[in-house]
């Protein structure tokens, strides 16, 4: 099967909800090309009436997240002139968070982007990650709540900002060969320690291609096979050597990874 639709994402707020949604229901259709149109922050009638001119011009799915019921009718409406699918993404949740709590919804669009204390708190987590990047900030680490540990190209950074997005201030402290580890790091005892690997012939590949971008050539040790191979050993010693939980990445995405990192925190503060 190869075929291309037109996904429209239609959000009062960011859009994020409706993107995830959608991403991850078309990533079941193998051969599928979507073309994605956001439109994130509708507010008004005339936003809507734009958007009924692109679905027209570009009929698809629709996918909308909007708790305004004048609005969310006006695109209803509009949709099914144009004889064009809508999906209410947040209707199911909550539906039956309202008929299980007994109360009514608030209908306040972009109501998970208030900026309440956990909103707050994310920022400050995403400051934490910014400033305790690729080693950076050793002195600080134990105000972290997890810290990555892990060889070049084993996604620490972007795992570590996934983490700051849900509200975790999460550092990364990269192992070179012939490099020491910060002092501070090998003392830790509060916060949770995970070593990131990967398998080397993987590892191998995502190195020669940052290369490749960067315009380098591949004569280094740094995409040597066997060099990788026992930079990777090595790094594994260390983390049975320190009791550090050990993940391998191989076959994980950053979100897959982040939310086994997720439940090992959830651990790790039930023991402390």
């Known amino acids: 099967m190869s075929a291309t639709f037109h996904l429209h994402l239609v959000s009062d707020a960011t859009g994020e909800t409706a993107i995830a949604t959608g991403r991850a229901a078309c990533a079941q259709f193998e051969g599928v090309r979507v073309v994605e149109h956001l439109w994130s922050l509708v507010r008004t009638g005339n936003q809507v009436s734009r958007i ?8 698809g ?18 949709c099914r002139k144009l004889n064009v699918r809508t999906v209410a993404l947040l209707d199911p949740a909550i539906n039956a968070l309202s008929q299980y709590l007994g109360v009514e919804s608030g209908n306040q669009p972009g109501g998970q982007h208030v900026m309440d204390a956990e909103y707050l708190k994310r920022i400050d987590a995403m400051n934490f990650a910014l400033s305790h990047d690729d080693g950076q900030g050793a002195p600080s680490l134990k105000g972290a ?18 983490l700051a997005n849900r509200g975790l201030k999460a550092a990364n402290i990269p192992v070179v060969p012939g490099c020491p580890l910060p002092d501070e790091l090998m003392a830790l005892t509060g916060p949770l320690v995970v070593g990131l690997t990967r398998s080397a012939d993987q590892l191998v590949d995502i190195r020669r291609n940052r290369l490749r971008v960067l315009g380098q050539g591949e004569g280094t040790d740094y995409v040597d096979p066997e060099t990788v191979d026992t930079e990777i050993r090595d790094a594994r010693r260390l983390f049975s050597r320190q009791n550090w939980i050990a993940l391998d990445v191989t076959r994980r995405s950053i979100e897959e990874t982040a939310a086994a990192i997720l439940q090992l925190y959830d651990k790790h503060m039930d023991g402390v």
């Open 145 to 162: 709540d997890v810290v990555l540990v892990g060889v070049s190209r084993t996604s620490k950074t972007p795992t570590c900002f996934y």
């Open 61 to 78: 799915v629709v996918f909308f997240s909007i708790v305004d019921a004048e609005l969310r009718q006006l695109l209803e409406d509009g």
């Open 52 to 59: 009924l001119g692109s679905i027209e011009a570009n009929p």
